[in-house]
C-alpha cells in the first residue's frame, strides 16, 4: 500500500491531518513545495520540514507543532490561523471547538474579522433586526 493511501487508524484524529492533505491537493503542491511556504510571518522562518508534513498527511506518528508552526501551517496553506489551530487542537489534544451546527457562525466571525469597526457595528445593527 503506498503511503498516500494508508488508511489512518480507526480511533485516532487526523483533523490536522485531512486539512494539510486536502489543502495540498487543492493547492497542487508538493511536501517540498508546501514546507517551503510554511513561513511564520512573525519570525519569517520556515516552520515545518516536509518530512514532517508528508508523516502527518499519511497518517503516520508526529510531533505536535507549536505555535510558530501553526502560524507557518496557516501561512503555507493560505488559510486563517484559527482553522489550523483548531485542527490541531482537536488532533492533538482532543479538543473540539464548536460554533454552530452548520459552521456558519464560524464563517462568519473570519468574515468579521477582516471588516472595519464601522461595518462590524453596521452588521451588528442588521443582526438586530433579524433576531428582535
Same mark, same amino acid.
Given at each position: 500500500?503506498?503511503? %498516500? %493511501?494508508?488508511?489512518?487508524?480507526?480511533?485516532?484524529?487526523?483533523? =490536522? @491531518?485531512?486539512?494539510?492533505? @486536502?489543502?495540498?491537493?487543492?493547492?497542487? =503542491?508538493?511536501?517540498?513545495?508546501?514546507?517551503?511556504?510554511?513561513?511564520?510571518? %512573525?519570525?519569517?522562518?520556515?516552520?515545518?520540514? +516536509? +518530512?514532517?508534513?508528508?508523516?502527518?498527511?499519511?497518517?503516520?506518528?508526529? $510531533?505536535?507543532?507549536? =505555535? /510558530?508552526?501553526?502560524?507557518?501551517?496557516?501561512?503555507?496553506?493560505?488559510? /486563517?490561523?484559527?482553522?489550523? $489551530?483548531?485542527?490541531?487542537?482537536? $488532533?492533538?489534544?482532543?479538543?473540539?471547538?464548536?460554533?454552530?451546527? +452548520?459552521?456558519?457562525?464560524? @464563517?462568519?466571525?473570519?468574515? @468579521?474579522?477582516?471588516?472595519?469597526?464601522?461595518?462590524? %457595528? $453596521? =452588521?451588528?445593527?442588521?443582526?438586530?433586526?433579524?433576531?428582535?
Amino acid at each position: 500500500m503506498a503511503a %498516500e %493511501e494508508r488508511a489512518p487508524h480507526h480511533d485516532a484524529r487526523y483533523q =490536522l @491531518a485531512d486539512l494539510v492533505r @486536502a489543502r495540498k491537493a487543492e493547492l497542487d =503542491l508538493s511536501y517540498e513545495k508546501l514546507a517551503v511556504r510554511c513561513v511564520d510571518p %512573525e519570525t519569517g522562518t520556515q516552520t515545518v520540514k +516536509s +518530512s514532517w508534513l508528508h508523516r502527518l498527511a499519511t497518517y503516520l506518528p508526529v $510531533q505536535a507543532p507549536d =505555535l /510558530p508552526a501553526l502560524r507557518g501551517l496557516a501561512a503555507g496553506l493560505d488559510v /486563517p490561523l484559527g482553522r489550523v $489551530q483548531d485542527a490541531a487542537g482537536a $488532533q492533538f489534544f482532543g479538543i473540539d471547538v464548536v460554533w454552530s451546527a +452548520s459552521g456558519d457562525a464560524r @464563517a462568519l466571525v473570519e468574515r @468579521a474579522d477582516r471588516m472595519t469597526a464601522e461595518q462590524r %457595528e $453596521q =452588521l451588528m445593527r442588521l443582526l438586530d433586526t433579524f433576531t428582535q
